[in-house]
């Protein structure tokens, strides 16, 4: 597979002006190759009675000419990025479906193992740590989006002019980069990136409809949807000090210096972005023709 890199690779800077600072630019790359990923994949789907499915697969994954940005010095010593095909990942992974019909009942349930690892899962990664002085990363890492384990199930029940059904989500936590304040020992330790996972999420949808008769083939539906039925906080991004939301290492000094006439410091740490959305329920109408 092919994939295009985004036009800000090509024409970021397109005037090629490299600023009298370090690490002051990006430039564009109008001859950037496309990413390529190379998919091999062998599964197996058998039937195990009538009305009942399991798939099992493994699949691997390589992702070359990932979207790098490269250091160049002019010739005063000015240092400036160039984007380039530098970077490499891979995922490897293992998948299970299951599924089961019978009468009005269904059950489906699907579970994924995941691995990915890769040079940075940021174009501008390597850029970044060599303006921060910080050492290049040697080895492959966990990308941002490597969810160790994903499993869904969904349960329902249907009928000729009504329907039920539930869905849950559990999610393992997907990697952060975790960084020590200055007082730890490990504040002076070289720390790659994603080095730390987040909590992991869960939640259930409902969704059920009524339907009404009407006048020949037509119907009129009534249907509601229920998204975070237990009104769960799922904690989708973290402080990177303490590997949670809503909180953070504060000391005496930084309460005492704190200047605010709209909040105090507390309220500075306790940003609601890093909860999912609470329970949120739609109620609908429909026609059916």
């Known amino acids: 597979f092919f994939q295009m890199p985004p036009l800000y690779a090509l024409y970021s800077n397109y005037r090629f002006m490299v600023p009298p600072n370090n690490f002051g630019t990006i430039h564009g790359n109008p001859q950037i190759k496309a990413e390529k990923t190379v998919q091999y994949e062998m599964g197996i789907w058998q039937e195990l009675m009538p009305g009942m499915g399991l798939e099992l697969s493994v699949y691997y994954k390589d992702i070359y000419d990932l979207q790098s940005a ?15 095909n530098k970077d490499y990942g891979n995922a490897k992974g293992f998948e299970l479906k299951f599924d089961y019909f ?42 941002n989006w490597d969810q160790r384990h994903t499993f869904n199930a969904s349960v329902g029940y249907s009928k000729s002019n009504h329907s039920v059904t539930l869905t849950g989500y559990y999610n393992s936590g997907r990697p952060y980069t975790f960084s020590p304040v200055s007082v730890s020992p490990l504040a002076k330790q070289t720390l790659y990136p994603n080095n730390s996972k987040r909590p992991s999420t869960f939640s259930i949808d409902l969704r059920a409809n009524y339907d009404f008769d009407l006048h020949g083939s037509n119907k009129l539906r009534l249907f509601m949807s229920v998204y975070n039925l237990l009104d769960r906080k799922n904690e989708i991004s973290v402080n ?15 309460v005492e210096t704190f200047r605010s006439n709209y909040n105090d410091i507390y309220d500075s740490v306790q940003n609601p972005y890093m909860f999912s959305r609470p329970r949120e329920i739609k109620l609908g109408l429909g026609f059916i023709f």
Do not use: E
């Open 70 to 84: 490269v250091v160049f010095t002019t010739y005063n010593q000015i240092r400036y990025g160039f984007y380039s």
């Open 102 to 143: 019978t009468g009005p009942f269904t059950f489906i349930m699907n579970y994924t193992l995941q691995y990915t690892r890769g040079n940075a899962d940021n174009p501008t990664s390597t850029f970044s740590r060599a303006g921060q002085s910080l050492d290049p990363v040697p080895y492959l890492v966990p990308m």
């Open 240 to 254: 990177s000090s303490t590997g949670r939301a809503y909180t953070a290492i504060i000391y005496p000094i930084n």
